[in-house]
C-alpha cells in the first residue's frame, strides 16, 4: 500500500489496486451501455415494423375504399 510519496517511488505496484478496481467498474459500465444500445435498436425496428404494417394496411383499405367495398 502506497502511504505516502517516498513508499509509492520505492514500489512498482501502487496501481495494480485501483487499476483492477478500474477495469471491473468500466466493465460494468460498458456492459450497460451496451446494453442500453441494444433494447434501443429493438425498439427502433419494432417501431419501424409497425409502421409499415399500418402504412400497409392504410394502403389496401383506400383500395377497398376505391373499388366499392367499404372498409370491413
Keep these: 500500500m502506497c502511504t505516502d510519496a517516498l513508499v509509492a517511488a520505492a514500489q512498482v505496484g501502487c ?7 478500474a477495469n471491473t467498474f468500466l466493465d ?4 450497460g451501455a451496451f446494453g ?3 433494447v434501443d435498436v429493438a425498439l427502433i425496428l419494432t417501431t419501424a415494423m409497425l409502421l409499415k404494417d399500418r402504412k400497409e394496411k392504410e394502403r389496401y383499405r383506400h383500395i377497398d375504399e376505391k373499388q366499392g367495398a367499404g372498409s370491413f
Excluded at 496501481?15 to 478496481?21: A, H, I, L, T
Excluded at 460494468?28 to 456492459?31: E, M
Design 28 to 31: 460494468r459500465v460498458f456492459t
Design 36 to 38: 442500453i444500445v441494444g
Design 15 to 21: 496501481v495494480g489496486p485501483f487499476s483492477s478496481f
